[in-house]
């Protein structure tokens, strides 16, 4: 009998969300995700020195300014992993835009542009890449527009309808929804313990891919931030779902049956009139889970950002 990690792959894309080469090798996914606390922690690896060196040697050489070539750097190992990655996976690389932009739509594109264009002095087409952008009015608008551009984006920090309908809306290629984020916000908030079924992450992805398959949306929905392998299995169906290398190792050791949960509408019916800013920011803000955890996961993402820029900055200093 097939591993549950096998059965799985018959209903859903597997993306591994992971900076680390060797959890990418073992369990063979098709796409990888990464964010600035995963390149935080890859970039600990001693198998990456390498990359980090050829980031600092390359930022020195664009520029004798100190703070440009922190930039410079912190972009180039990103990059640097990335195509370590694009080796092993047949699909493709999520790549973050820093945290600290997700309310500068400009700033994100000029950001994205670079990220591409280092892409493609290292041999990578971007489509092989996803952009990701924090599901911010800003970050929605940046990403309509590199949509346009044919660089296909990945909205992230997803929490609530309103963001995942002005995602679709704007024509994104995918979104995150963080299932174990909200799991966690509601635990915390009711003191309660929910099953899968119950879990409130599982619902509010649930409510979202069911609203593009009936809409006809072609936005990918992929579940993301994990607690339980319960909630994966929840979610059996789903578009893709990204997962940590720890519940990928448990779903491989697992035997339980898989079977479809979520299965697209056959027919479809006309989407809604678009939201206006005023309306997304109104219904966002009608969810207090949504906007406590947006507002923390950026300013996390922005932390470890800081961490990684101290390592280089030592570096650089070199």
Known sequence: MANTLEQLKLYTTIVADTGDIEAIKRYQPEDAT???????????IPEYESLIDNAIDWAKSQSADLA???DDASDKLAV???VEILKLVPGRISTEVDARLSFDKEQSIAKAHKLVGLYKEAGVDKSRILI????TWEGICAAKELEKEGINCNLTLLFSFAQARACAEAGAYLISPFVGRILDWYKKDTGKDYDAVNDPGVISVTEIYNYYKQH???TVVMGASFRNIGEIIELAGCDRLTIGPSLLEELANSQVDITPKLVAATSTVAAETPLTEAQFRWDFNQDPMAVDKLAEGIRNFAIDQGK??????AKLAN
Do not use: D
């Open 34 to 44: 990464t964010n600035p606390s995963l390149i935080l922690k890859a970039a600990q």
């Open 68 to 70: 440009q070539q922190l």
């Open 80 to 82: 640097n992993i990335g």
């Open 132 to 135: 990701k952008l924090a599901s």
């Open 216 to 218: 006809g949306f072609n």
């Open 308 to 313: 990684l820029e101290v390592m280089l900055t």
